[in-house]
Each structure stands twice: as structure tokens, then as C-alpha cells.
């Protein structure tokens, strides 16, 4: 446990700071599921509807530190491709 009162406000800010982030990616892996179901469906497009909308939330999550930016663009470019193959 922090010894020092600056160590046990890192430590308070850390913990905050993964509950936030558990939250964020848990709404993201619905996002993306949803997606996959669509793409699956063979309802998918690229520029509309739950793609749209996973791509969106995965932007927002790397420009929020949830995850890496180039984690997420990976992502973003293979749902991206799976919602072209499909349509």
C-alpha cells in the first residue's frame, strides 16, 4: 500500500481511472459484437449503421487513453475490411 500521501492519491486517481476504463471497454466489445453481427448478416455498410457506429466509439476511445491509437486503427481497418468483403 503507498506510504506517502502523494503515492496514495496516485494510487486513488489509478483506481479511478481503470473503473473508468473497464467501463469504456466493455461498452466498446458491445459495440464492436454488435458490428460483427451485422457484417455477419450480410446487412452491413461500411458508411451507415452499427459499423459506423463501432468505428466511432473505437476512435473515441483512443483519443480517450482507454486504448492505443494504433490498437484501435487496426481494428478500425479490419472491420472496415470484414463490412466491405460482406456488402
Known amino acids: 500500500m503507498a506510504a506517502h500521501k502523494s503515492a496514495w492519491k496516485r494510487y486513488l ?3 479511478k ?3 473508468r476504463n473497464r467501463s469504456a471497454r466493455s461498452a466498446l466489445k458491445t459495440q464492436l459484437k454488435k458490428a460483427r453481427t451485422e ?3 450480410g446487412t452491413a ?3 451507415a449503421g ?12 483512443a483519443s480517450k ?3 492505443h491509437k494504433r490498437t484501435a486503427a487496426r481494428r ?4 472496415m475490411k470484414a463490412a466491405a468483403k460482406k456488402a
Request: glycine letters at 4%; zero cysteines; aromatic letters at 0%.
Open 13 to 15: 486517481q489509478s483506481e
Open 17 to 19: 481511472r481503470r473503473l
Open 39 to 41: 457484417i455477419e448478416t
Open 45 to 47: 455498410s461500411p458508411v
Open 50 to 61: 452499427e459499423v459506423k457506429n463501432a468505428v466511432s466509439a473505437l476512435q473515441s476511445a
Open 65 to 67: 487513453g482507454v486504448m
Open 76 to 79: 478500425v481497418s479490419r472491420l
